[in-house]
């Protein structure tokens, strides 16, 4: 099992930027895709993004597209979401996940507890 611990939510103003980041601790036998979904209140979870073990590849949600960056950190099993031009529809928990790549389909595995996202308009 791989223990996911968040940081860097926060509030902030439409337009403006906020950088989540994630660190996986436990298994360190195997290489992981990790990323990132999001829920917010009355709604089901929706996913951002995701990234293979080496970063070389990449998948977002469509509402994200253009705004949100998902990457791999310096330290092994890191993950950040840079997200910019923030919404207020994006106000939600952020949860990092941690998974297998299969093909071109992640299988997610393991959770954080989450970080809470505000955008103010």
């Known amino acids: 099992q791989v223990q996911l611990v968040e940081s860097g939510g926060g509030l902030v103003q439409a337009g403006g930027s906020l950088r989540l980041s994630c660190a996986a601790s436990?298994?360190?036998?195997?290489?992981?895709?990790m990323g990132w979904f999001r829920q917010a209140p009355g709604k089901e979870r929706e996913f951002v993004g995701g990234i293979s073990w080496s970063g070389s590849s990449t998948d977002y949600g469509d509402s994200v597209k253009g705004r949100f960056t998902i990457s791999r950190g310096n330290a092994p099993r890191t993950v950040s979401l840079q997200m910019n031009s923030l919404k207020p529809e994006d106000t939600a928990v952020y949860y990092c996940t941690a998974g297998a790549l299969v093909g071109s389909s992640y299988r997610w595995n393991d959770w954080g507890q989450g970080t809470q996202v505000t955008v103010s308009s």
């Open positions: 436990g298994r360190t036998d195997s290489r992981y895709a």
